[in-house]
């Protein structure tokens, strides 16, 4: 946060007896549904959904706490702070605590991002007009139709976003909105009504929550996955540096002579185990085993490959890696160097994925007519969609959706998923991230939708 938007100063008042216990309940509010159900703590979700997560969780109960009143004088952190402390903040930084005070935390569909300047927000909750938000950090990162959690407020006439910020995909969105629903809506109705200022204030904890459940369960869901000794998947590559004057060949003999090195060709072998599948071993209840298992039936350790100047073994737990490494140690001895391993997590091997498939671009094809190829194809694969059924459209197809009130606002809401897919390829400037589907909105008349 730049340093005119500080609240290091505000932060620190909240050690004082009354602020410290207020805040506490508001942070109790926002976290203890989900925490007490799974038995952990705060600090635990550092570790499992990574530290900037849990900042922002942890900013989003702060800024509903700045919009408290309590009981007794004064009632609210902010009104004092700035009465006894403001004169040591600069114009902004009180301009931006007193807008927070009255700040409301809503469900923003973003468009029109210009990286490192601003973004257009469109308030899902309480409608009204989109707005333009003057945002550097977050427009980095944000895609078209992305929808997230936070607070704008206007400071010194430019709307800007509050630190506690949160991204809502799919499966996030519809547990937030269904719980809004069992809160706000009437009885036997599925709509949503806009929802006022105070109501959402008083709801606050609701978008933490929601988000949380869907983020954690997906994390612990990764963290429950084992292999057959009952060890938690974590990804080790052991690199061992060729001694110098050793080459593959001399490594090549060394590895044949290990039993349980099964030599799938010339550089690569199967570290199988030295059972068949089916022996008794531990595993916890509950959990999901992942192991490669070959025709023999015998399990696969891990592999070993022969890259250059280096032999590494690839595993999927430490325990494996550490036997792996003494096995190959104990065969090979002085040919190699000291290894060097790198460990990684499932949820890091994930994020290191694609986020949409992809297309590569034939080599031997000149980049202008590749590009071409693909954009033809895209072409006939979404007109061919258009006659499909769809499941975000109740199975009906685009076309059908599209001949109701009710079914046009779901068609609206395929083609924002579909764009906001194709803008996270990995490759901004690939064909399918800059495909456009302006064309779709047109035919299928929800050009104004698009909004």
Same mark, same amino acid.
């Given at each position: 946060?730049?340093?005119?938007?500080?609240?290091?100063?505000?932060?620190?008042?909240?050690?004082?007896?009354?602020?410290?216990?207020?805040?506490?309940?508001?942070?109790?509010?926002?976290?203890?549904?989900?925490?007490?159900?799974?038995?952990?703590?705060?600090?635990?979700?550092?570790?499992?959904?990574?530290?900037?997560?849990?900042?922002?969780?942890?900013?989003?109960?702060?800024?509903?706490?700045?919009?408290?009143?309590?009981?007794?004088?004064?009632?609210?952190?902010?009104?004092?702070?700035?009465?006894?402390?403001?004169?040591? !903040?600069?114009? @902004?930084?009180? &301009?931006? $605590?007193?807008? %927070?005070?009255?700040?409301?935390?809503? =469900?923003?569909?973003?468009? *029109?991002?210009?990286?490192?300047?601003?973004?257009?927000?469109?308030?899902?909750?309480?409608?009204?007009?989109?707005?333009?938000?003057?945002?550097?950090?977050?427009?980095?990162?944000?895609?078209?139709?992305?929808?997230?959690?936070?607070?704008?407020?206007?400071?010194?006439?430019?709307?800007?976003?509050?630190?506690?910020?949160?991204?809502?995909?799919?499966?996030?969105?519809?547990?937030?909105?269904?719980?809004?629903?069992?809160?706000?809506?009437?009885?036997?109705?599925?709509?949503?009504?806009?929802?006022?200022? !105070?109501?959402? @204030?008083?709801? &606050?904890? $609701?978008?933490? %929550?929601?988000?949380?459940?869907?983020? =954690?369960?997906?994390?612990? *869901?990764?963290?429950?996955?084992?292999?057959?000794?009952?060890?938690?998947?974590?990804?080790?590559?052991?690199?061992?540096?060729?001694?110098?004057?050793?080459?593959?060949?001399?490594?090549?003999?060394?590895?044949?002579?290990?039993?349980?090195?099964?030599?799938?060709?010339?550089?690569?072998?199967?570290?199988?185990?030295?059972?068949?599948?089916?022996?008794?071993?531990?595993?916890?209840?509950?959990?999901?085993?992942?192991?490669?298992?070959?025709?023999?039936?015998?399990?696969?350790?891990?592999?070993?490959?022969?890259?250059?100047?280096?032999?590494?073994?690839?595993?999927?737990?430490?325990?494996?890696?550490?036997?792996?490494?003494?096995?190959?140690?104990?065969?090979?001895?002085?040919?190699?160097?000291?290894?060097?391993?790198?460990?990684?997590?499932?949820?890091?091997?994930?994020?290191?994925?694609?986020?949409?498939?992809?297309?590569?671009?034939?080599?031997?094809?000149?980049?202008?007519?590749?590009?071409?190829?693909?954009?033809?194809?895209?072409?006939?694969?979404?007109?061919?969609?258009?006659?499909?059924?769809?499941?975000?459209?109740?199975?009906?197809?685009?076309?059908?959706?599209?001949?109701?009130?009710?079914?046009?606002?779901?068609?609206?809401?395929?083609?924002?998923?579909?764009?906001?897919?194709?803008?996270?390829?990995?490759?901004?400037?690939?064909?399918?991230?800059?495909?456009?589907?302006?064309?779709?909105?047109?035919?299928?008349?929800?050009?104004?939708?698009?909004?």
């Amino acid at each position: 946060m730049p340093a005119s938007n500080d609240l290091s100063g505000l932060m620190k008042f909240v050690d004082r007896d009354k602020w410290r216990e207020c805040f506490e309940q508001v942070f109790n509010d926002h976290f203890d549904p989900i925490l007490n159900d799974e038995d952990m703590e705060f600090e635990d979700l550092a570790e499992i959904l990574g530290a900037d997560y849990a900042m922002n969780l942890w900013g989003c109960a702060f800024e509903d706490f700045l919009t408290q009143d309590f009981e007794g004088e004064p009632s609210n952190i902010v009104d004092e702070y700035l009465k006894r402390r403001g004169w040591k !903040e600069n114009p @902004r930084s009180r &301009a931006y $605590m007193a807008a %927070l005070r009255t700040s409301v935390i809503s =469900l923003y569909e973003i468009s *029109d991002v210009v990286p490192g300047q601003s973004l257009v927000a469109r308030d899902l909750l309480r409608g009204g007009e989109p707005i333009s938000v003057n945002e550097g950090t977050a427009t980095k990162m944000l895609k078209q139709w992305d929808k997230i959690a936070a607070r704008i407020v206007s400071v010194q006439g430019k709307n800007v976003l509050a630190g506690g910020l949160l991204p809502f995909n799919r499966e996030a969105t519809e547990i937030l909105l269904g719980g809004l629903s069992g809160v706000f809506s009437k009885k036997k109705s599925r709509k949503l009504p806009t929802i006022k200022d !105070e109501d959402l @204030r008083a709801v &606050a904890s $609701m978008f933490t %929550l929601a988000w949380l459940f869907d983020a =954690l369960g997906k994390a612990l *869901d990764m963290q429950i996955l084992q292999n057959a000794e009952g060890d938690q998947f974590m990804f080790h590559d052991v690199r061992f540096p060729l001694a110098s004057g050793v080459s593959q060949v001399d490594i090549v003999a060394r590895l044949n002579s290990i039993p349980a090195m099964s030599q799938e060709n010339a550089k690569f072998w199967n570290w199988v185990e030295d059972m068949p599948q089916g022996e008794n071993r531990s595993k916890e209840m509950g959990t999901l085993s992942l192991d490669t298992v070959m025709d023999n039936g015998l399990r696969v350790l891990g592999n070993v490959e022969l890259k250059g100047g280096f032999l590494c073994l690839s595993t999927n737990s430490a325990t494996r890696a550490e036997k792996g490494t003494v096995l190959i140690r104990q065969a090979v001895g002085d040919l190699v160097r000291t290894p060097l391993t790198e460990i990684r997590t499932m949820q890091q091997i994930i994020a290191e994925q694609p986020t949409t498939k992809s297309t590569t671009l034939p080599p031997e094809m000149p980049a202008d007519l590749a590009e071409q190829a693909i954009r033809e194809y895209l072409d006939r694969h979404y007109r061919e969609a258009l006659d499909q059924p769809i499941g975000m459209l109740g199975n009906k197809t685009p076309r059908q959706a599209a001949k109701t009130s009710t079914g046009r606002q779901k068609v609206a809401d395929w083609l924002k998923y579909m764009e906001n897919q194709t803008a996270r390829h990995s490759d901004p400037t690939h064909p399918i991230a800059t495909y456009s589907f302006e064309w779709m909105w047109r035919e299928l008349k929800v050009q104004d939708l698009r909004q």
